[in-house]
């Protein structure tokens, strides 16, 4: 006889009213964008709108870090330090756990095919027949120095039927899948973790930037159309390109705002600061005529004289770095495959997205529609200047580690952030343990009931750490 819950209840108590089931409490999770010119954690949780709520986040300028790569790791500690400290005090989180953003000139991504060949066309394609297909790629030898960050299925052939979504329940021999692969520099990657884990915390993943901000701004729709997601952030411009709400493209080009500024300090022979600050308040991407006549006084160094600087030349030095940078979205959408296929254009966020016509200038050099996106969408409670495209990635950092808990069943208890005065049960007091690496880990994370499935005939159930 099958014993049932219910009829287990009422044998035990039959009189008594059933317990009412504890309802778990919504998982706190903290993203941390180690950005170039700032590094910030943000603390959110799922709301019952399936929303997110920010409970609070906090800034630093960020010293360390050169086109997104740690240069200086002390720098770059004191930074995290400082952003999670405030971040804690704001959210009366006590931060232990972060998903962390990766990117930098050193990120690499291109397309990999694996195939199987079953055994029997009579048993349908399960979803370890397509997990083992993923697995296998992490296997895969990297170039020398390089490992692999994510591996990111795309579709699927079976029996030499292409463009099949998901395989799993049907019948056929042979299977094979197109992975994008998304590699980074063992020792860059290693500085990050290095960072993190100095500033007392542990890692719970590592993901790709573009893809982070990709989560904040875009829609589903916009995914399913094709859209190119572009993050100008101050070192670098990440892109990601979706189509049938697919990743198809990834790159990281090494130029970013503070280039622009660069230039502005050499074109016009000020300082820095100088120079930031005349491209937020005055800048443009587009550069007009009519600009020749307005001109801004810039107090001389130390008792020299004034400089009067044109907006017109001001933005003829920003639109040549920006057509630059445009150039080379335009040779990734190209290389990409997916030009002709991306009706909803190209949606930007990052600090750069803030330039004044940037968006024009965008479409005008490549005719797509361009937007200035935000995470609106996406999250519920949260000041504006969170929902800005400037922590689109930090958001999405809290988004995607949101979606990967959800996917692992959020009965973990694995994010160990926990509210001041809590227990101190989960997440451990006895200092950060070691990030956890090597492949065992990342397949107990990336392929959740891989290991649970029982045509494989392991009892071992993934572990958060
Ligand atoms: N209003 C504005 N107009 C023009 N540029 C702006 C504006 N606001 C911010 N920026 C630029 O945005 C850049 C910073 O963007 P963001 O905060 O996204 O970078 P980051 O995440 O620290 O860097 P990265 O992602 O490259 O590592 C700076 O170059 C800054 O000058
Ligand atoms: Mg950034």
New binding site residues.
Partial sequence: MSLNFSSFRNAVSPRKAPEPVPVPEPEIVVGL??????ICAVVGRRNEHNKVDILGMGSAV?QG?N??TVANIELTVQSIKQAVAEASARSGVDIRVVNVGI??QHIRSHQQRNMMTRQNRETEISKADVNRLLEEMYRVPQQAGYEIIHVLPQDYTVDGEKDITNPVGMSGITLEGMFHMITGSVGAIMNIKRCVELSGLLINGLTL?PLASAEAVLSKDEKDAGVVLV????????IAIFHQNIIRHTAVIPL???I??QDIREGCSVLFDQA?AL??RF?SALAHESMANEVVSIPGIRGRDPKEISLLTLANIINARVKEIIQHVQYEIRSSGYEKRLSAGIVL????A???NIKHLFSLMTGMEACVGDSNGHLSQAPDLIKS??YA?VCGLVLTSLAKLENEGASSNGQGNQRSGGSGESGGDSGPSPVREGLLERLLTVLPGFFMDPELGSKNSPHRG
């Fill in positions: 964008d180690i950005g170039t010119t700032k960020s870090v086109r997104g990117a930098g930037e993050d100008i952030g101050g070192g670098t411009t990440d970013g705002g503070n622009i500024t930031e491209k937020v800048g966020t990052g600090g750069g803030r330039l004044k495209p400037v990635t």
